[in-house]
């Protein structure tokens, strides 16, 4: 168990101490069940009363609150509270070079050291995958895949051949990577299948949720870009391009040759059509259909789709439609 | 194969014998291809005409019909039929210590007797799994997870660390149960991410359906309640709290810490926001969007969200949405 | 790497030279990358300034253009592609007997010969698996089913017992045939689990997507037919009958018994209600709701499902629609 003080930790987060800066703190919790040696969060100061209550040994506080707790005094309250908990609960990362018994690595493929390679892991010919990666059981790395340094994969992960994945990457139990794009051609009544020649390329510091699935390109690349987040049971499409800084929420599903800018956050169900751009900085709110190019920065929602404002109040005169179709019948009569 | 005598049988299920009681039954089917070893069954007195042409060795009625087909009369003819299909077709259960050659378990876990640990399984360090559960190829039970009595876990199916799961659970393949959840701290245009340091439970006699994913608790817990059923494909985010006895059909999603209470019944293809309430004995019809707190017991469905009767009026008025705007039009005319 | 000529290309897809049809080609790529060895397409002639502009070596062409590529005129473009891609990029096939030392098959299954057995793949008792087929690593293979040949198997297929599978069938990564469906007989406030007892059947040169499930029949037989595609990420429902060369695109869901005819083409996220019939020849666009019969051949998109154009039509009202309140306001006023 790691151990820290509440000074050393304000020191990580660039905080300033109120109160007792040598307190001993081993944990993080949340403001109703954290005790004397966790380290709590005050998110807004509507919850003031909460944290003057709390048993918390130290608590992060966007401003001096009245509290028994120790003090980190924070600009931004989450991000700080997340780089805390990742100190006393790192990612799993290699530290010595460990190759299960059961693990399958074809010679022709490099595992730089130190790697830790699970229980029943595939690694094809040819694959490469970097120092500091945990391949945890059951992962397939294809034949020519790339994987970047300090990755963790969980178990189940597919990665199709030819799969290039950065650094810092983590992929979540079985989801996919490099799967065939849905491309056919209609010769008659029958379908030929068009063979998927293209790749997969995923950034650096990118999350992919468990059971997610990314097609690779019918002839280029579908990309996912620097630092995106993507989320459980979520599809993408062949040929996508998925910016950097993206979030993408569970149960969406993107249509090929759809192109999502940088820094656009998708709510959970939503759906694109194919071969749409939506540019950067748009965020898009749950259970909407992109049926159009979304051109400008701003929110959006719905289906019709349309800016958040406007979305939600149709939908309260569609929640009355049926009072507006009796209007509309008695305007008739008269 | 089992064998059984039809009076035997109405004593498993409380029912009364109407015919020969001393009639062999070896298995089940449906009214049109059961034959005269096979007991079938009459759900609603609309089938009369079936069941008095079909082949069947027994029948379960609801009341005693003019056939040939002995007849087990019961008050609940579904359930009384899923009780006699299950002595045939009984669930896979341990019944001695198997563990295949191939499987990975740690020294430090706990495999109670009898088990059945197939090819290809991975169980972690602290595991434990309980007496009688069977573990089909390519499990993965991650480190500390807690498997309770008489499970049956399908191929592929991935328990991240710390799971803990109740008895008779059915969990079907390649479902997720503790992936992290959705959870990242802005920090300029950048994503931190949020540890994701709570777990699951989920309770005795539960079944989860394949390809499904139930994300841990951020810092709390994810909960499906006892009794509660999940079907394929469902995403199930960090924090939420599923109650007993509830049902959902397929391809459902439900954001973060949404609530639901017990009885609930979901068709498919139901997503919610996140931190919502749904009421216990609530119904929701398929392809709803729940967007506010369901405090009342009731059917609803649709999007916008409403009563069951009043969506359906209201789909048909979507449906000539483009007659009741020509009519405004004419009526702005005059 | 495989090489051939302009002309015994042309050949194989009964196309017409015009140009030099000795010239060696090696591979594919679209028109901006082609180099002097690739053959290029020009599916339109639309991109006539890129094709004139283009590197290709070779050009598959629906009529003879300005170009200093050697060309094959053909009547169908997009299928000619295919074919060619193919001849350089085959699928995998097995060629000669090969089973992964890591491999558990079980004494009682049936390998013909070749098949390519990968690295942790199980085959239970008493299943078939035809000649020619590949199994990617970490496939499942459940007691008693049949797999014909040519097919291809990726990392983390689960075939649970008793599901057929026909010729040249490819599965794609973690994809799931033969789940239990969801079916249970309320009894009370509790569930009773109706044993799943039907089984699947997939026909010749069917593909399915990653992730996607399949669930057994309740008592029959969930069935794909000859030809058909299915993307990633859909669900379909026990008991559900879905016709021959339909193509179903990602993220759709169908609920139990739905029975979908031939030659019925979907676009992405679409659900259907259970028990309802598609007729032959439907065209379904993205996002609809199928909740009524389709009888008759035709395009059908939206929610409420409408006919294409007026459902385009609804959607352009429906995005008015707080100018029509407006509108029936003003008038009441009057």
Same mark, same amino acid.
């Given at each position: 168990m790691h151990e820290e +003080?509440?000074?050393?930790?304000?020191? %990580?987060?660039?905080? %300033?101490?109120?109160?007792d800066a040598g307190r %001993?703190? +081993?944990?993080?919790? &949340? @403001? %109703?069940?954290?005790?004397?040696?966790?380290?709590?969060?005050?998110? &807004?100061?509507?919850?003031?009363?909460?944290a003057r209550a709390s048993g918390a040994g130290a608590l992060l506080v966007p401003e001096p609150l009245e509290t028994q707790a120790a003090q980190i005094v924070v600009a931004n309250v989450p991000a700080s509270f997340a780089r805390i908990a990742t100190v006393f609960f790192p990612l799993p990362r290699a530290t010595s070079q460990r190759v299960h018994p059961t693990a399958v690595v074809d010679p022709?493929?490099? @595992?730089?050291?130190?790697?830790?390679v699970g229980a029943r892991v595939v690694v094809e010919r040819g694959a490469r995958v970097g120092a500091g990666s945990v391949l945890k059981a059951g992962v397939t790395v294809g034949e020519g895949c790339r994987l970047g340094r300090d990755c963790v994969v969980f178990p189940g992960v597919v990665l199709y051949p030819g799969v290039t994945v950065g650094d810092r990457v983590?992929?979540?139990a079985n989801c996919v990577l490099g799967s065939d794009g849905f491309g056919y051609a209609p010769d008659g009544p029958r379908y030929v299948k068009l063979p998927q020649l293209g790749s997969v390329e995923i950034g650096d510091d990118v999350e992919i949720g468990a059971g997610t +699935?990314?097609?690779?390109?019918?002839l280029g690349v579908t990309r996912v870009g620097r630092g995106t987040k993507i989320d459980n049971l979520v599809h993408v499409g062949h040929n996508c391009t998925i910016g950097e800084d993206v979030a993408i929420a569970g149960f969406c599903a993107f249509s090929g040759s759809t192109v999502i800018g940088d820094r656009v956050a998708i709510a959970g169900h939503v759906v694109s059509s194919g071969h749409l751009k939506v540019? &950067?900085?748009?965020?898009i709110g749950g259970?909407?259909?992109i049926y159009f190019d979304l051109d400008q920065a701003g929110e959006y929602v719905g289906y019709p789709l349309q800016e958040k404002r406007q979305w939600f109040r149709t939908l309260r005169v569609l929640d009355k439609l049926?009072? @507006?179709?009796?209007?509309?019948?008695?305007l008739k009569k008269r």
């Amino acid at each position: 168990m790691h151990e820290e +003080t509440v000074g050393s930790l304000a020191e %990580r987060v660039g905080g %300033r101490v109120v109160g007792d800066a040598g307190r %001993r703190i +081993t944990g993080v919790g &949340d @403001l %109703r069940s954290a005790g004397p040696e966790q380290l709590g969060f005050v998110r &807004d100061l509507k919850y003031r009363d909460l944290a003057r209550a709390s048993g918390a040994g130290a608590l992060l506080v966007p401003e001096p609150l009245e509290t028994q707790a120790a003090q980190i005094v924070v600009a931004n309250v989450p991000a700080s509270f997340a780089r805390i908990a990742t100190v006393f609960f790192p990612l799993p990362r290699a530290t010595s070079q460990r190759v299960h018994p059961t693990a399958v690595v074809d010679p022709g493929a490099v @595992l730089e050291s130190p790697v830790d390679v699970g229980a029943r892991v595939v690694v094809e010919r040819g694959a490469r995958v970097g120092a500091g990666s945990v391949l945890k059981a059951g992962v397939t790395v294809g034949e020519g895949c790339r994987l970047g340094r300090d990755c963790v994969v969980f178990p189940g992960v597919v990665l199709y051949p030819g799969v290039t994945v950065g650094d810092r990457v983590i992929l979540h139990a079985n989801c996919v990577l490099g799967s065939d794009g849905f491309g056919y051609a209609p010769d008659g009544p029958r379908y030929v299948k068009l063979p998927q020649l293209g790749s997969v390329e995923i950034g650096d510091d990118v999350e992919i949720g468990a059971g997610t +699935t990314i097609d690779r390109g019918a002839l280029g690349v579908t990309r996912v870009g620097r630092g995106t987040k993507i989320d459980n049971l979520v599809h993408v499409g062949h040929n996508c391009t998925i910016g950097e800084d993206v979030a993408i929420a569970g149960f969406c599903a993107f249509s090929g040759s759809t192109v999502i800018g940088d820094r656009v956050a998708i709510a959970g169900h939503v759906v694109s059509s194919g071969h749409l751009k939506v540019a &950067d900085d748009v965020k898009i709110g749950g259970n909407s259909v992109i049926y159009f190019d979304l051109d400008q920065a701003g929110e959006y929602v719905g289906y019709p789709l349309q800016e958040k404002r406007q979305w939600f109040r149709t939908l309260r005169v569609l929640d009355k439609l049926l009072e @507006l179709q009796q209007d509309v019948r008695e305007l008739k009569k008269r």
